[in-house]
């Protein structure tokens, strides 16, 4: 997907579609894991769709969720899929910042003589 070492770092325009294609990549892996989020509050805790959206957003943005689970399969829910956001922002600042960390690692890396 990247170039190598011994080719030239890539023109600028291609640069900033790169990292938008990320960026894009980043915000539907967010998209999905709300809807996820949301569909599990609603079926397991039977929340009005504004306080699974509110409880997910929390979750996945690191503050833990607004209701209390009441169900046993709504504490196994929360528990889990507070484990899961933890990856998915990992994961989501990883890919956002992969073409930018290539191409600095790239620009130092790269036989000009060649």
């Given at each position: 997907m990247y170039?190598?070492?011994?080719?030239p770092p890539i023109p600028r325009k291609h640069f900033?579609?790169?990292?938008?294609?990320?960026?894009?990549?980043?915000l539907a892996l967010?998209?999905?894991?709300?809807?996820?989020?949301?569909?599990?509050?609603?079926?397991?805790?039977?929340?009005?769709?504004?306080?699974?959206f509110l409880n997910t957003a929390m979750l996945l943005g690191g503050m833990g969720?607004?209701?209390?689970?009441?169900?046993?399969?709504?504490?196994?829910?929360?528990g889990v899929f507070a484990l899961y956001a933890g990856l998915v922002?990992?994961?989501a600042v990883a890919l956002t910042f992969a073409p930018v960390v290539h191409?600095?690692?790239h620009k130092f890396h790269w036989e000009q003589d060649r």
């Open positions: 170039e190598s070492k011994t080719h900033v579609r790169r990292v938008l294609l990320h960026v894009a990549a980043s967010l998209l999905l894991s709300i809807l996820l989020g949301m569909a599990g509050y609603q079926y397991f805790e039977q929340l009005p769709w504004r306080d699974a969720p607004v209701d209390p689970p009441r169900t046993d399969g709504g504490k196994l829910f929360a922002f990992l994961v191409r600095v690692m």
